[in-house]
């Protein structure tokens, strides 16, 4: 999950750090660990309209052919309660502590 600002090196460095954890399993969409499916989700961690605003970000990514609409934004997640019903692990990106509002990460 990248950081509150949704700055272009937050939202372009949490796609790579999916990318990069899904080709280092050896290009498999999914491992299995201990029989439990492990999945890398990139999640911008700001709502939909607000990367709808970051017109840096959407040129970049439009430029290499990110689909914007498949995204996942915090719109499309209820966040707390995934962390509080599912085997969860958030890796939070482009900072070190979740900010006020989301000290439920913590």
Known sequence: ??????????????LCLAYYH??????????IVD???VYH???LNL???D???RFESLYILETYGVDTKILITLD???????????NTSIVLYDHNVPNSK?????
Not at 22 to 31: A, S
């Open 35 to 37: 029989h439990a499916t």
């Open 76 to 86: 499309d997640v209820d966040l707390p309660r995934v962390i509080e019903h599912a």
């Open 51 to 53: 990367l709808e605003s």
């Open 22 to 31: 899904f080709m280092k399993q050896n290009g498999l969409t999914h491992i």
């Open 102 to 106: 989301q000290i439920y990460l913590c």
């Open 47 to 49: 709502s939909r309209s």
């Open 1 to 14: 999950m990248g950081n509150m600002s949704g700055d272009s090196d937050s939202i372009c460095g949490i």
């Open 41 to 43: 989700i990139p999640l």
